[in-house]
């Protein structure tokens, strides 16, 4: 190790140390951030846990979803996304946002920190989330938009 490495490597240590410092001084206000943020206005919770229906489940209609549409709807008690790539396309997803399980609205951007998601993919197209929306099966019934988990 040169003695500019090592320089280096002090003032690594020593910012490291401030880092944690700080990172400790503020993890309270982080705290009450992270608390603000799931209270804040729009921000929503998913209801209690319950396992979607699994049998083909009536949750709208293709004439409240526009090709090219987007829609809020549930599935049993589980809110789910639905959107309409294609005239006889159309996807479901879960609403439960993948990062800390906030309710995505219906326009697939989640109130609580941001992320977006794909409506035709569910995949995250802005973070933080990482994961995409799981997906759910679709089937269509004439004009009706059956899904099963
Ligand atoms: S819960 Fe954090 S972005 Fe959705």
């Known amino acids: ?22 990172a400790l001084t ?9 608390a603000l943020a799931a209270c804040a206005p729009g921000a929503s919770t998913p209801p209690a846990a319950e396992a979607p229906p699994a049998e083909p489940t009536a949750v709208g209609s293709l004439a409240d979803l526009p090709v090219g549409g987007t829609a809020s709807a549930e599935l049993g008690s589980t809110p789910i ?14 609403a439960i946002c993948t990062h800390q ?4 609205s219906a326009d697939f951007g989640c109130p609580c920190h941001g ?19 799981p997906e759910y ?6 004009d009706t938009i059956l899904v099963s988990a």
């Open 115 to 133: 992320s977006t998601f794909d409506a035709s993919t569910g995949e995250p197209t802005e973070g933080p989330a990482m994961q995409p929306l």
């Open 26 to 34: 503020l993890g309270g206000a982080t705290a009450s951030v992270v």
């Open 101 to 104: 399980q906030c309710v995505v």
């Open 137 to 142: 099966q679709v089937t269509l019934d004439g």
């Open 1 to 22: 190790m040169t003695a500019s490495d090592r320089t280096l490597a002090d003032r690594a240590s020593a910012s490291a140390a401030v880092s944690r410092r700080t």
């Open 81 to 94: 996304l639905l959107s309409r790539p294609a005239e006889g396309e159309v996807k479901a997803f879960s």
